[in-house]
């Protein structure tokens, strides 16, 4: 089992910054590929970035690509995602997810409750 509980999450200007943080628990955190995913009002849940257990390999949508990144440290049992240059359209819910298999289609089996991201114009 791993519980996740995200933060960081707030009401930033376009062209901002915003960082956030996945905490979570469970002795085989490391062992799972984590993600980020969002979703907007009237939207369907969408993938935004992944990494690998070891971290050694990420993996982001078209839409973040350059502007966001994300990070992990087993040591601690957290994952991050830094977003860059904030657009009004990355306005969503951010949820953390772990799954075994790392990437926009892995099945993660594990999710948080969500942060709100709120980016204005």
């Known amino acids: 089992q791993v519980q996740l509980v995200e933060s960081g999450g707030g009401l930033v200007q376009a062209g901002g910054s915003l960082r956030l943080s996945c905490a979570a628990s469970?002795?085989?955190?490391?062992?799972?590929?984590m993600a980020w995913f969002r979703q907007a009002p009237g939207k369907e849940r969408e993938f935004v970035a992944a990494?690998?257990?070891?971290?050694?390999?990420?993996y982001y949508a078209d839409s973040v690509v350059g502007r966001f990144t994300i990070s992990r440290d087993n040591a601690k049992n957290t994952v991050n995602l830094q977003m860059n240059s904030l657009k009004p359209e990355d306005t969503a819910v951010y949820y953390c997810?772990?799954?075994?298999?790392?990437?926009?289609?892995?099945?993660?089996?594990?999710w948080g409750q969500g942060t709100q991201v709120t980016v204005s114009s």
């Open positions: 997810a772990a799954g075994v298999i790392p990437g926009p289609t892995g099945n993660y089996a594990y």
């Open positions: 469970g002795r085989t955190y490391v062992n799972y590929a």
């Open positions: 990494i690998s257990g070891g971290g050694g390999r990420t």
